[in-house]
Every structure is written in structure tokens, then in C-alpha cells.
């Protein structure tokens, strides 16, 4: 089964052992961004879903948000 961007962004974050809240303060950007874009509300900006790429060392494609 694929994955969606915000499904393996939980998933490695849960893996990692580090709450969103971390995750946020990486990439740099605030919580309730965060909160949207695992929502699937709306998707990052394409520097953001670059930096998550670099965060989670290719876990987290720039392509799964496309």
C-alpha cells in the first residue's frame, strides 16, 4: 500500500521517536502549518517539502506531496 506525504511524515516522526512539535521547529515553521499539511489540507511550499526531505533524510520524498 502507498503512502501519502502526511501519513510517512507521522511515520517517521513516530520512528524517530520525535513529537510534531520538534518536527515544526526543524523544519522552521509553526505548528498549526505543520498541523495543515498533515491534515492534508493544503500542501507545503517547495522549499518546505524540500527541508522535510532533508529532516527525514529522503523518508519523506519531495514527490509524495505531489
Known amino acids: ?9 507521522k511515520l517517521w516522526a513516530m520512528r524517530e ?7 515544526a521547529g526543524q523544519i522552521p515553521v509553526n505548528q498549526a ?3 495543515r499539511w498533515i491534515n492534508g489540507k493544503v500542501k507545503p511550499r517547495r522549499i518546505y517539502r524540500i527541508r522535510i526531505a532533508e529532516l527525514t533524510r529522503g523518508a519523506v520524498p519531495v514527490e509524495a506531496w505531489e
Open 33 to 35: 502549518d505543520l498541523s
Open 1 to 9: 500500500m502507498e503512502k501519502n506525504a502526511p501519513d510517512m511524515l
Open 17 to 23: 521517536g520525535r513529537k510534531l512539535g520538534w518536527v
